[in-house]
C-alpha cells in the first residue's frame, strides 16, 4: 500500500511537469515526506491537512523574512547605520520566534495524528528533501554551465 502511494506520488509529479516550479516541488516533498514516514492512509489522511497548513504558514514567514530582512542586506551594509542594524535584528529574531512558535503548534497538532517517531522522522525527511534539492539544483547548474563542475575541462 505505501509503494503504491509512493508511486502515485511520483506519477502525480510527471503529470505536473507543465506546471510551476513551486507546484512540482511540493508534489515531489510529498511523495519524499509519505515515503520516508511510511504513512498509512489513513495516516495520510489526517496528516497532509495539517502539515499544509503549516507548510503555508512557514512560506509566509519566509516571505515575510525576505521582504523585511534581505532586502535590506541587498541595499547594502555600509549604507546601514547602528539604529538600522538593531532593527534588522529585532525582525530577524521576530521572525525567528514566530517560527518556532509555529513549530511548536504543528507539533501539538501532529501529536494527535502521527507517533513522537515520526514526528522526529518528518524533521529529518524535511532536512534531506532541501539538500537533495539543493544538491539537484547545483548539479543541473553545473551541468549546463559551460566550465562548471560537468563541463569542458
Not at 525576505?66 to 529585532?90: P, V
Amino acid at each position: 500500500m505505501k509503494k503504491l502511494i509512493f508511486i502515485f506520488l511520483l506519477l502525480a509529479v510527471t503529470m505536473q511537469a507543465q506546471e510551476g516550479k513551486y507546484e512540482k516541488i511540493k508534489a515531489y516533498k510529498t511523495a519524499y515526506i509519505t515515503e520516508k514516514l511510511s504513512l498509512t492512509s489513513t495516516e495520510a489522511e489526517k496528516f497532509w491537512p495539517i502539515y499544509n497548513k503549516f507548510d503555508d504558514k512557514f512560506r509566509d514567514l519566509r516571505k515575510k523574512e525576505k521582504s523585511e530582512i534581505y532586502h535590506k542586506l541587498r541595499d547594502g551594509l555600509d549604507n546601514m547605520n547602528d539604529t538600522e542594524a538593531n532593527e534588522l535584528i529585532d525582525a530577524s529574531l521576530t521572525i525567528e520566534n514566530e517560527e518556532v512558535a509555529l513549530r511548536k503548534q504543528m507539533i501539538t497538532e501532529l501529536r494527535k495524528v502521527i507517533s513522537p517517531k515520526k514526528i522526529i522522522i518528518l524533521k529529518k525527511a524535511e532536512d534531506d528533501f532541501k539538500r537533495e534539492l539543493l544538491d539537484r539544483y547545483r548539479n543541473s547548474k553545473g551541468e549546463k554551465g559551460p566550465k562548471g563542475p560537468k563541463g569542458p575541462k
